[in-house]
Nanobody, 122 residues
């Protein structure tokens, strides 16, 4: 099994920044792809960004140019800049086996963290 633990959420004002972290433990050798998803109240879960073994990150259009996803061994980090109220959501770290690393589809991901809340006020 793989355990994922997110941290770094919080409350900021519009234009502020936050850095989310996700630490993976357990059978991490099974992971070839990690990603961040978010879900706001009353909305479906949506992809934010993903990164695979190539090290190249893929981003949702809504966060391109503002968020940066990076990876360090069994940890991934999501640097979020110029935050907007629409970014308010619970952010989840996810991981999967297999080389394909979609940033917009949650179903392939089999390992999930419990989430960290991000709130952006106007």
């Amino acid at each position: 099994q793989v355990q994922l633990v997110e941290s770094g959420g919080g409350s900021v004002q519009t234009g502020g920044s936050l850095r989310l972290s996700c630490a993976a433990s357990g059978e991490t050798y099974r992971i070839l792809c990690m990603a961040w998803f978010r879900q706001a109240p009353g909305k479906e879960r949506e992809g934010v960004a993903s990164i695979g073994s190539s090290g190249q990150a893929v981003y949702a259009d809504s966060v391109k140019g503002r968020f940066v996803l990076s990876q360090d061994r069994d940890n991934v980090y999501l640097q979020m800049n110029n935050l907007k109220p629409d970014d308010t959501a619970m952010y989840y770290c996810a991981a999967k086996q297999g080389a394909l690393c979609p940033a917009n589809t949650a179903s392939p991901y089999i390992f999930w963290g419990r989430g960290t809340q991000v709130t952006v006020s106007s």
